[in-house]
């Protein structure tokens, strides 16, 4: 008797690819096999449709409560929206401006702040490409001069405008 190692018990139940694959022989059967008849339906009619019974509630022992139906709202939440006031960046400037706040309506000299603007992005890369790149391309991020400035209202904190050196 010769003994088989296990690849070789593998390799040979691969050995009858090459013939077709027996028919399905299941309980229902209803598919022809390639170049056979396909099966007549049947002359039932379908079954009768049951229409829904009143209530929609859940059905008993299902273990859910019974869903409500839809409620309108009866008194919506109000919304309020605050007007955009736009101040033109002729009338700020790089100092602080005396105005009434049109948010506070009070008389007020505005608090400036800097922030990094278009101009200070570009002094830095221009320091780069000189060959400034160790350090003092970080200069322009120092100097008030390069930078924006941010009006707000000391009374309210609200942003007034911004004084954009580069547009």
């Given at each position: 008797m010769e003994t088989k190692t296990w690849h070789q018990s593998i390799i040979g139940?691969?050995?009858?690819?090459?013939e077709p694959a027996?028919?399905?022989?299941g309980p229902n059967n209803t598919f022809p096999q390639p170049g056979g008849v396909a099966p007549v339906p049947s002359s039932e009619p379908p079954p009768a449709y049951e229409p829904p019974k009143a209530g929609y509630g859940a059905?008993?022992?299902s273990g859910y409560p019974p869903q409500g139906g839809y409620q309108a709202m009866t008194n919506?939440?109000?919304?309020?929206?605050q007007p955009v006031i736009v101040i033109q960046n002729s009338t700020l400037g790089q100092n602080p401006k005396n105005l009434q706040c049109p948010y506070c309506q009070a008389n007020i000299v505005t608090v400036i702040n800097y922030d990094t603007g278009t101009l200070t992005w570009l002094s830095a890369g221009?320091?780069?490409l000189v060959g400034c790149w160790l350090g003092c391309c970080l200069l322009p991020f120092c100097i008030n001069d390069l930078q924006d400035v941010?009006?707000?209202c000391p009374?309210?904190?609200?942003l007034i405008g911004v004084y954009r050196r580069l547009d």
């Open positions: 139940s691969f050995s009858n690819m090459n027996p028919p399905y022989t059905l008993p022992g919506p939440a109000p919304v309020y929206t221009l320091f780069c941010r009006h707000t009374n309210c904190s609200q």
